[in-house]
């Protein structure tokens, strides 16, 4: 069950009307990384966790607080909208026709489409897709895809804060950027308490002989240059086997020949055939 609080979750209130930051905003809200996915992400990580209950609880209330992070960032984007010139992208060709060719000036669908409020969408308009968020039922691969989400969302967040210097803006994304830290910190610790009981490696209880044992912990030089040598040269791995350099990647298997498709498929002939 879910209730609604009128108040908001911090402040979101702007300075000034700014279409454009107004736009940019929509990144953090239904962005492959904004609130959108972490929230929706979240939620079903917990709905979905079996037997584990403090971290369903733990994914239940940062996916909760999620919502509250949407409600502040639409908020936000709605007063930059409130007073703001609808022709601001064409005022934008006309004084800069470079800068509104890279920048794009105003969402024009706020006014069109929003009535001057927020949409489900990204900066560039594409909307919202569920296949942005991950919940596999494994915890230990769920925290780390929820540490990237966090990481991703935080530097996102980091590079809007330098593109506004509205102090009203720059509040309520100094208070994203603090809860962004914390979740990743949080995500973490979860992630390390699995990792003590479970191993490194996700899924930990995968039988030994399914693996090619021949190719545990091996870095192959694929790509031009040695540079990548040093990162496991006389190391070992946090499964705690030792790491292996090989510097001409080997090749285990022949040439591949496939046997011609059926006449009623209509291939190409083969050119040994003709």
Avoid: C
């Amino acid at each position: 069950m879910f209730t609604h609080t009128k108040k908001l979750q911090y402040h979101a209130k702007p300075s000034k009307p700014d279409p454009l930051m107004a736009k940019k905003l929509q990144e953090i809200l239904g962005g492959q990384y904004g609130e959108m996915s972490v929230m929706n992400q979240y939620l079903f990580q917990g709905w979905n966790t079996r037997g584990n209950e403090k971290f369903k609880d733990m994914l239940l209330d940062t996916g909760t607080e999620e919502i509250g992070h949407i409600e502040m960032i639409a908020t936000m984007i709605a007063q930059l909208l409130d007073d703001a010139p609808v022709d601001a992208q064409e005022n934008a060709y006309k004084s800069d026709p470079a800068v509104a060719a890279i920048m794009g000036g105003m969402n024009p669908q706020h006014a069109i489409v929003n009535g001057l409020g927020a949409a489900p969408k990204d900066s560039v308009g594409v909307p919202w897709n569920g296949n942005y968020i991950i919940s596999s039922g494994n915890l230990l691969a769920d925290l780390r895809a929820n540490i990237n989400a966090e990481s991703q969302g935080r530097l996102q967040v980091s590079r809007l804060y330098h593109m506004t210097d509205d102090p009203g803006v720059r509040d309520m994304l100094g208070f994203l950027l603090a809860r962004d830290t914390m979740h990743q910190l949080q995500w973490i610790e979860a992630a390390k308490e699995i990792e003590d009981r479970e191993g490194i490696v996700v899924p930990y209880d995968v039988p030994a002989d399914w693996e090619v044992k021949e190719v545990n912990n091996i870095l192959y030089n694929f790509s031009e240059g040695e540079e990548s040598k040093s990162m496991v040269e006389g190391k070992k791995a946090a499964d705690g086997r030792e790491f292996r350099y090989e510097s001409t990647p080997v090749a285990f298997a022949d040439k591949p020949i496939l046997k011609p498709a059926p006449p009623s498929l209509h291939n190409s002939t083969p050119m040994d055939k003709m």
